[in-house]
């Protein structure tokens, strides 16, 4: 069974960092891009950062720079280091991943950004 766990999310204050962890279990972990996707209140989910699973990365213009995508194949666990960050960051961040065909989705961690 596919499970994505996310944690690391909280309350920084703008200029901040935090960083987020998605712990997958239930396929084989490297074979398969994984993703961040966030989605603010009132707002539609965006695809914030990919790592594929040749390790290729990519990046929403708005976080280029400041995020970065890992992944851990030993642990099976991808990873979102985010600094910088700014209250427009605000949102509840998900992992993802299509894994033979289906959507799987974390439920999500929230993240803060305010003084």
């Known amino acids: 069974q596919v499970q994505l766990v996310e944690s690391g999310g909280g309350l920084v204050q703008p200029g901040g960092s935090l960083r987020l962890s998605c712990a997958a279990s239930?396929?084989?972990?490297?074979?398969?891009?994984m993703n961040w996707y966030r989605q603010a209140p009132g707002k539609e989910r965006e695809l914030v950062a990919t790592?594929?699973?040749?390790?290729?990365?990519n990046y929403a213009n708005s976080v280029k720079g400041r995020f970065t995508i890992s992944g851990d194949n030993a642990k099976n666990v991808v990873s979102l280091q985010m600094n910088s960050l700014k209250p427009e960051d605000t949102a509840m961040y998900f992992c993802?991943?299509?894994?033979?065909?289906?959507?799987?989705w974390g439920k999500g961690t929230t993240v803060t950004v305010s003084s």
């Open positions: 993802y991943t299509k894994y033979v065909g289906t959507d799987y």
């Open positions: 790592i594929s699973s040749g390790g290729n990365k």
């Open positions: 239930g396929f084989t972990f490297w074979a398969y891009a």
